[in-house]
């Protein structure tokens, strides 16, 4: 790979697509380069960068949870302690989901468990439904 390739070639180095490159510029998360041409270019640490934001919202971090970790990824005399707080926030916002989607399963699980699947017309995961209450895990 050459020291600078263009949005396509970013694109096939980082697994991200080109649409999503640009948006990521256009929010100011990278700042690519521009060639003589205008055409936008990408050097080693940008393409470091843009793995490093897929690998991130891979993880589920948001994008302002990736812009403060780039942030503090450029910052060399960065304290590591405030990306373990990142961290440990997002992970907590995950130990959430999953105690939400857990209370859900048992729900739903319940219900189907209960529900006889025949041919006669009561089915408790209709009439689960049709109360209009939030189950456990949903708003």
Known sequence: MTEHVS????????????????????????RPARAENRYRVFGPSQLHELAFTARARALGFSIEECRALLALYRDKGRASAEVKEIARAHLAQIDAKIADLTAMRQTLAHLVETCAGDDRPDCPILADLARGEPSPGRP
Do not use: D, Q, V
């Open 7 to 30: 949005i396509s070639e970013a694109a096939r180095a980082t697994g991200l697509p080109a649409k999503t490159i640009r948006y990521y510029e256009e929010i100011g998360l990278i």
